[in-house]
């Protein structure tokens, strides 16, 4: 808080899963909000922005040589007008993936999504769109893990960015998400982080 500027942000999520014991098929539903307001003398300012993500999802055990998951995502985005949050858009998503474990160094993943965007403010740039991305991505590791390698190709109707992500380790108890040693190799892969479900709670910030 700095004179007549103030800033608030909240990022609280939920997730709750259940897992098959016969066939090892984890089912999950998430909701995710993150909100945050910068505020110049008591007004929301451009700066602001409010999204909300639904999910409902399944998918294979992670132990098994394929595997796949399903998932589909709702969307919500709000921009600030006029000292108000104003829906911008509202987006549907349809995601099939399936990874391939070769072997404890090799791995294979596939995937295709489908996108279905309305957009309701005038302030956007953006029209309505329909949207159908295909991935094809393999992981590797040579050497004793001394180099690892990603690549991946893409083809699509619409443009969508490749998302980076970094995971940083912050106190027990703090963080959304947890390592999972997939294959055992003692190297913290991006692919083996997955969101914390050892408590089914409101969890906030990472």
């Known amino acids: 808080k700095s004179g007549s500027q103030r800033n608030t942000f909240n990022r609280p999520s939920g997730y709750i899963d259940w897992v098959n014991p016969k066939s090892g098929w984890k089912f999950y539903i998430k909701r995710l909000l993150e909100n945050n307001e910068d505020f110049e003398n008591d007004t929301l300012n451009n700066l602001s922005f409010m999204f909300i993500e639904n999910s409902i999802g399944t998918s294979s055990s992670d132990t098994s040589i394929f595997n796949t998951n399903f998932e589909f ?4 985005d709000y921009i600030p007008n006029q000292g108000e949050f104003e829906l911008l858009s509202r987006s ?32 956007s740039q ?9 991935r094809v991505e393999y992981f590797g590791k040579l050497w ?11 083809v699509g109707s619409g443009l969508e960015r490749k998302r980076e992500y970094r995971f940083v380790q912050v106190q027990v108890g703090q963080g959304q998400y947890t390592w999972i040693d997939n294959d055992n190799d003692n190297q913290e892969d991006l692919n083996e982080f997955f969101l914390n479900t050892d408590r089914l709670n409101v969890q906030s910030g990472m």
């Open 126 to 134: 953006y029209n309505n769109d329909e949207s159908i991305l295909s």
């Open 73 to 76: 995502r709702e969307r919500i």
């Open 144 to 154: 004793r893990n001394s180099l690892k390698s990603n690549l991946f190709y893409e």
């Open 92 to 123: 549907w998503n349809y995601q099939f993936n399936e990874n391939i474990r070769i072997n404890s160094n090799n791995k294979i993943g596939l995937g295709i999504g489908y996108r279905l965007l309305d957009v309701f403010s005038e302030q």
